[in-house]
Structures are given as structure tokens and as C-alpha cells.
Nanobody
């Protein structure tokens, strides 16, 4: 069964940066579309960024120009580089893998941005 483990969250001040990582337990990682979602307390989970198996990328308008999603297939890992962080970016960030047949979720990592 596919397992995803997120890491790299923490506490930063407004304008700071963090790099999130999501490691997958499979060697067919290149066949998966990977995405980052986030959920703030009392709010819906929202899509932040996605990268397909073919390399196509899209971002939520709220993070465009500040966040960058990438993948290292040799390490079965997807990353989210977050720059110019704002308090409204505070949330639990989850990675998601999609093989068309199945979807898998990590347990999440907390990101807190203070003013």
C-alpha cells in the first residue's frame, strides 16, 4: 500500500520561507500525479499546487508566484518551496498522490506564519 510522509513544516515570520517534502513508499512514483493541499482550522481543504506524471504544473491563484512544486523521481519525493509567506498561508499541508486508480494522503505537516 502506498504511504506518503510529509516533513518540513514549522513556524516562520511573515516574508519567510519553508520547503516541504513528501516521500512516497513506491518505486512507480513517476506514474503518479502529485499535489499539495492545505487546510486551516474551520475551513475547507484546498488545492495549493499540482504536478502531473507528464510534468504539467498548476497553482492556486493565492500562491502563484510565491510557491514552487517540484519532484525528484529518483528519491520518490515531491517538494513545495514556499517563499514570501503570509499569515493566511497558516494551515496543515497535505500531500496527495493520484494514480487514476487510487488516491493516497499523507498525515500532514503544520505551517504557521506569524506577523
Amino acid at each position: 500500500q502506498v504511504q506518503l510522509v510529509e516533513s518540513g513544516g514549522g513556524l516562520v515570520q511573515t516574508g519567510g520561507s519553508l520547503r516541504l517534502s513528501c516521500a512516497a513508499s513506491v518505486k512507480i512514483f513517476t506514474m503518479y500525479s502529485m499535489a499539495w493541499y492545505r487546510q486551516a482550522p474551520g475551513k475547507q481543504r484546498e488545492l495549493v499546487a499540482k504536478i502531473t506524471s507528464g510534468g504539467s504544473i498548476n497553482y492556486a491563484d493565492s500562491v502563484k508566484g510565491r510557491f514552487t512544486i517540484s519532484r525528484d523521481n529518483a528519491k520518490n519525493t515531491v517538494y513545495l518551496q514556499m517563499n514570501s509567506l503570509k499569515p493566511e498561508d497558516t494551515a496543515v499541508y497535505y500531500c496527495c498522490g493520484d494514480s487514476a486508480l487510487s488516491r493516497y494522503w499523507g498525515q500532514g505537516t503544520q505551517v504557521t506564519v506569524s506577523s
